[in-house]
Nanobody, 120 residues
């Protein structure tokens, strides 16, 4: 099983990025995929998740700015992010789980992460 996260980069505050997570090696249509992030010196935190049925779940601090969506044909989950803030800077990880959840411990498979840097 592989989860390949991409799309990170350096952006100014107020800018936008779109993260992608390409999944292989499992029945993608039956898995939820979530995004988590970890900033230096901080605990990993939940960002957003999309269920196998395209239901969505967001953390409060990204509602209205981030949108998660899946493309079953491409086996990819997208996370367009707008109005980025310096506090959004972190390594973003995608992960796959049988059920949608904000708890990282329920996710079986993890990608390698992609760095998001937001300058003020």
């Amino acid at each position: 099983v592989q989860l390949q996260a991409s799309g990170g980069g350096l952006v100014q505050a107020g800018g936008s990025l779109r993260l992608s997570c390409e999944v292989s090696g499992l029945d993608f249509r039956t898995y939820a995929v979530g995004w988590f992030r970890r900033a230096p010196g901080k605990e990993r935190e939940f960002v957003a998740a999309v269920g196998w049925d395209s239901s969505t779940y967001y953390s409060d601090f990204v509602k209205g700015r981030f949108t998660i969506a899946r493309d079953n044909t491409e086996r990819t989950v997208y996370l367009p992010m707008i109005s980025l803030k310096p506090e959004d800077a972190a390594v973003y990880y995608c992960a796959a789980s049988r059920g949608i959840s904000a708890e990282g411990r329920f996710y079986e498979y993890w990608g390698q992460g992609t760095q998001v840097t937001v300058s003020s």
